[in-house]
């Protein structure tokens, strides 16, 4: 069985990708990416996972194997943040928040600088026992993001009940947002509630130098995407 072998030996690795803060010119965290010989497109080994209810066994296996590369290579002894992805239904398993702590603990990574960030291809059954789960999270110091925000039709609820610590605003605002009254309107609005909530507003997919610029110019603070930096293995700190 391909998937049960893929995941019994860990046959994947990461890449790490740059966020920054476009304001003041500096690096605030990385997002890690799940990448395998295997599987061309990673969401696939998540799909046939997911089909063999081995999901919560693969997304935490990724976890672990991430946040070890993410420590082996000497960043946990450092300031930034690391983006974890990560599947509702895997937060919402038992084991997982003795899980994340005890990771943290066996690599030394302080639990501010873990995002776990909440993938939307997967629906949250249970909205409100969701938050609380949430919540015991949060208090023991890990901080949550809401990804591909403006893609979903559940995004405004989840915004709004969750209380993330990141937006994270989907690549479609990116591209050519300089040519959009449209999109410039929405990313304002939410940039404003992000505000009056203390949210941090992240926009994804900057591509172009263009995109870069208008970004900085329209006055939003972090930014990720190719013209920040490609996704990459990690180089070992001195």
Avoid at 135 to 142: F, P
Avoid at 192 to 216: H, M, Q, R, S, W
Wanted: hydrophobic share 35%.
């Amino acid at each position: 069985m391909l998937i049960d072998h893929f995941i019994r030996e860990e046959q994947f690795y990461h890449h790490f990708q740059p966020i920054y803060d476009i304001e003041n010119w500096y690096l605030i965290g990385r997002e890690v990416l799940l990448r395998s010989n295997e599987f061309s497109n990673p969401e696939i080994p998540f799909c046939l996972a997911k089909q063999k209810e081995k999901l919560y066994e693969l997304d935490s296996r990724s976890i672990h194997k991430a946040i070890s590369t993410y420590h082996m290579a000497g960043y946990s002894k450092r300031e930034g943040k690391l983006f974890v992805n990560v599947y509702p239904s895997t937060i919402s398993n038992g084991d997982f928040p003795s899980f994340i702590i005890n990771i943290m603990n066996e690599f030394n990574v302080s639990r501010h600088q873990i995002v776990l960030e909440l993938t939307e291809t997967e629906k949250i059954k249970d909205l409100k026992q969701f938050q609380k789960i949430i919540n015991l999270l949060r208090k023991s110091g890990i901080l949550i993001a809401l990804d591909d925000i403006g893609k979903g039709i559940e995004d405004t609820q989840r915004i709004i009940e969750l209380n993330p610590d990141f937006i994270k605003l989907d690549k479609y605002f990116a591209h050519d947002l300089y040519m959009s009254k449209k999109k410039q309107d929405f990313v304002r609005f939410l940039q404003n509630y992000c505000d009056a909530y203390k949210t941090y507003l992240i926009l994804e997919g900057i591509e172009t130098p263009v995109d870069l610029a208008f970004a900085k110019s329209f006055g939003i603070k972090y930014g990720q995407g190719y013209a920040l930096g490609k996704p990459d293995v990690l180089e070992k700190t001195v």
